[in-house]
């Protein structure tokens, strides 16, 4: 799964065009970045995935979509239901609610489920984490592999246990927080899910070898008569 980490309805949009993209993730720091403000209010927060949502049923290259909770148990569920209800007509989307990884968030997960949402508790950076929110019940985990390697000297270490916890439970892990195609390289020997800013994204193809070779192929045909 590969995803652009993005609140930016435009920005969304071209990327859906790149190779692979299925969808994309949103965290409130994107979402004010995309308004164009420091912070929002609950009310224009949740009305600002309420439009993401709207724009993702009626866009066929949209399959996941993942927004994050704000707000106590009750206030999740209850933004939950809004999005829902906002897909409600586009029956071949995923909605992936983000949960922060606390007890009052974990204990959303069954209802989540009832609703017909996948959870994903963000923000995990440790294998206890992950353990508890895969028996909590939450349908994936999402590391921001970035920031681990930055501040964590025993990053792999610790990526490769909540890697194991997650593959045991046969869910999702999702991978975040990259500066660059060198991050998502390491990434990828962990998981294949990915979410990645749209500059990046447009780096995964690149390689100075392979624009050698392709030159070296094109230089074979006789384009002209």
Known sequence: MLLVDSADQQAISHALQFPGVQGFTTNPALMARAAGVDVLSLDEYVGAARKLCKMSADIGAVRHLMIQTIGDADNALRQAAFYVDDLKSARDKKL??????????????????????????????????????????????????????????????????????????????????????????????????????????????????????????????????
């Open 96 to 225: 992936w609610i983000k949960l922060a990884p606390t007890p009052l968030s974990l204990s959303c997960c069954p209802a989540l489920t009832d609703m017909g949402c996948a959870s994903l508790v963000t923000a995990v950076f440790t294998p206890a984490q992950a353990y508890v929110a895969m028996e909590a019940g939450a349908d994936g985990v999402a590391v921001y592999l970035g920031r681990l390697m930055r501040l964590e000297s025993d990053w792999e270490k610790k990526l490769e246990s909540i890697a194991a916890i997650v593959k045991s439970a046969e869910r999702t892990l999702l991978l975040a927080s990259f500066a660059d195609r060198h991050a998502v390289e390491l990434g990828l020997r962990y998981s294949r899910d990915i979410t990645a800013p749209p500059a990046v994204l447009n780096e995964l193809l690149a390689s100075s070898l392979s624009q050698e070779a392709i030159k070296a192929f094109d230089e074979r045909v006789a384009w002209k008569r």
